[in-house]
């Protein structure tokens, strides 16, 4: 049995909940959300509510039960509040710049990085600080890692791009005699 699946999902005022067929849409003040989920779990909006039950009783069920319950979570909470997730640039030479729907970065390699910003999510960069925020949790946090992985911050020196609360474990390096 999940224990998040079998939470009963609040909707808040402003914001519609449908859900047909396995596909669910979500509209709120910030915009509209949808996916589609299998039909091995029951999805039923009542009386402000959304609730989950299992269809049939497997194992691959009650993984997906939970699963779906919290990206029912996420897209309300999303259209409702914008998710944001801040990346620090560190290093000397290293920069970030906004163009239309790329990023461009420089981080210490021969040829500058291009990284194309998707549809529904907004980049602003101020100084070493790369914001990015969108109604898609998923997205969001998906565009964020995989900035991050351009180049990570390594444990001498912590030049690299670094989430905002992550904390870079320092080495000491070499010792001179």
Do not use: C
Request: aromatic share 6%; proline share 4%.
């Amino acid at each position: 049995m999940s224990r998040i699946g079998k939470q009963i999902i609040e909707i808040p005022e402003k914001t519609s909940v449908t859900a047909i067929a396995g596909a669910v849409s979500v509209v709120g003040p910030l915009g509209t959300l949808s996916r589609d989920f299998k039909n091995s779990i029951n999805i039923a909006v009542l009386d402000g509510e959304v609730r989950l039950t299992p269809r049939i009783t497997s194992v691959s069920t009650k993984a997906l039960w939970g699963t779906y319950a919290a990206h029912i979570a996420n897209m309300i909470a999303g259209v409702n509040k914008v998710y944001e997730k801040k990346l620090i640039v560190e290093g000397i030479g290293f920069r970030s710049e906004v163009s239309g729907q790329k990023l461009m970065l420089t981080l210490g390699f021969s040829h500058p990085v291009i990284a194309l910003i998707p549809e529904g999510i907004k980049v602003t960069a101020e100084k070493n600080v790369i914001t990015i925020t969108g109604i898609d949790k998923e997205l969001v946090g998906q565009f964020a890692a995989n900035v991050r992985s351009l180049k990570k911050p390594e444990p001498y020196k912590g030049k690299g791009i670094r989430y905002h609360d992550e904390v870079v474990r320092r080495k000491q390096g070499k010792k001179t005699a």
